[in-house]
């Protein structure tokens, strides 16, 4: 199976990603990188925030060790008490200015319905950095491994950005379904854009000051799930 947007692990997978990413995520047979000999950087650590004017979400990333972190993905969910038609979240500012808002959290307001869980580290190819993403609790074997990993070029244009590019696909034709195949085609074209899609997601680090909303959500999800 080559990379896809569309894995072969079907509606289960589609149904546990944060919906607003699904469509940016490319997804490898094989995980790249070896979780056991990476190193978490703390400048990532914490809540960030994708914003795109319609469908937003939260990522907590929460070291698990000091090589790996759980990712949780919050994807929000507006009730008819959201207010979000005054706001088109298509920034930082209209984010801090719905915060200041005082929205209404809960069932008829924000919530979340449901979150996506994931192990993730870092691996270094090709003078370029690179985030694996492994489901959790989406397997079908004993080994508790998922089907498939979704991968990204992993850059930080500055200390509170995360810009994370989804893999092409073309490069990866016919070749030998192994982590070490894929990360050899992964590090002799680290530099050509021909490995990366034109598909880009990209984070925002959450203001200590703004943190109220997530732990809000979070705290909302905990008590009626």
């Known amino acids: 199976m080559k990379p896809n947007t569309r894995s072969a692990s079907g509606a289960l997978l589609m149904l546990m ?3 607003v990413i699904v469509g940016l995520l490319a997804c490898m047979p094989v995980p790249i990188g070896d979780p056991e000999r990476s190193r978490i950087d703390p400048a990532i650590t914490g809540v960030w925030v994708l914003l795109d004017g319609t469908d937003s979400s939260f990522f907590a990333f929460e070291p698990y060790d ?17 207010a979000l038609d005054d706001f088109e979240l298509e920034n930082y500012s209209d984010l801090a200015d719905f915060i200041d808002a005082g929205p209404v ?18 691996t270094k190819l090709g003078g370029e950095w690179f985030m694996t993403w492994e489901p ?38 016919g070749i030998e379904e192994t982590r070490r195949a894929y990360e050899g085609v992964i590090k002799r074209h680290a530099g050509n854009e021909a490995l990366y899609s034109e598909e880009v997601a990209r984070l925002r680090r959450v203001q200590p000051e703004h943190l109220v909303l997530f732990r809000r ?4 999800v905990l008590e009626t799930d």
């Open 217 to 220: 959500i979070a705290a909302d």
């Open 66 to 82: 000091k090589r790996t972190w759980l990712l949780t993905g919050v994807p929000i969910d507006a009730g008819d008490e959201a």
């Open 136 to 173: 959790k609790t989406v397997f079908d074997n004993e080994s508790f491994l998922p089907e498939v990993w979704f991968v990204f070029r992993l850059e930080r244009p500055d200390e509170d950005t995360l810009v994370l590019t989804m893999l092409d696909d073309d490069l990866f034709d």
């Open 105 to 122: 959290v809960g069932r008829d307001g924000l919530t979340a319905g449901k979150i996506a869980n994931y192990k993730v580290w870092r």
């Open 17 to 19: 990603i944060v919906p």
